[in-house]
């Protein structure tokens, strides 16, 4: 049962990255691509726990955590050097 | 059933469910029709969803591993907080973007934004307030004809 669902997740994720991917590419402001940057980190950090959850192993979940702080920090400064044309004032 | 049947069914329900959300959240971002409104389905969807999985990912090991690991706590608590300020430096962005172009194209359902009141600041509709401390704009009080460095 759970590997079933496991294999659904991980379908259901990569048809998101590919979804984000699309307004990454497409998305006609900056602030599109922001957005669908930040999810695509989110969707990312689901797929390592997922990855963490396949293998029955607590590894991955390091790497998550460092990628959620570096996702947050890159939008956050993405997002600062759209405001003010400076990250660090 | 046994326990161990029901706590998985239970960790496969939320992990289809948050696997789900997920998708439900990024198909927003793809088919809504303004930024504003495309904001809605990362921010609320796709985090309700990671949520899901984590809390999945946690009964998960408690049933194959027996130990509680604080990982998926730590990650959810760190995204729960994080996400709110990201979309609210996005929708910034988004305000800033509006304000700078002459004519905006179709903002959204709701409209522009109402007009700053008073002594009120939204931060991206107003410069610095002369004399603000630590602030670059300190040594140039025009912020659009600062240097670019």
């Known amino acids: ?89 | 059933m046994s326990a161990q049947h029901l706590v998985e069914a239970i960790c496969a329900l939320l992990l289809v469910i948050g696997a789900s959300f997920a998708l439900i959240g990024s198909w927003g971002l793809v088919r809504l029709p303004t930024l504003m409104e495309r904001l809605h389905g990362p921010t609320k969807a796709t985090t309700l969803g990671l949520g899901g999985m984590l809390l999945g990912s946690m009964l998960f090991f408690q049933l194959s591993r027996g130990t509680w690991s604080a990982h998926e706590l730590l990650i959810s608590l760190f995204l729960f907080l994080t996400a709110p300020v990201a979309a609210n430096l996005i929708a910034k962005v988004h305000l800033h973007r509006l304000r700078a172009s002459e004519n905006p194209e179709a903002v959204s359902a709701a409209g522009m934004p109402p007009p700053v009141p008073g002594d009120a600041d939204w931060a991206t509709y107003e410069a610095p307030h002369p004399g603000t401390p630590a602030a670059t704009s300190e040594a140039d009080p025009s912020p659009a004809d600062r240097p670019k460095r």
């Open chain 1, 1 to 89: 049962m759970i590997e079933a669902a496991i294999l659904y997740a991980f379908a259901c994720l990569a048809l998101a990255l590919a979804l984000n991917l699309w307004r990454l590419l497409k998305g006609p402001t900056t602030g599109d691509r922001i957005v669908a940057l930040d999810t695509m980190v989110i969707n990312t950090i689901a797929l390592i726990v997922l990855f963490g959850i396949a293998f029955e192993s607590q590894i991955y979940f390091e790497a998550a955590l460092l990628l959620a702080m570096v996702g947050f920090i890159g939008t956050v400064a993405y997002c600062k050097f759209m405001l003010r044309g400076d990250i660090v004032e």
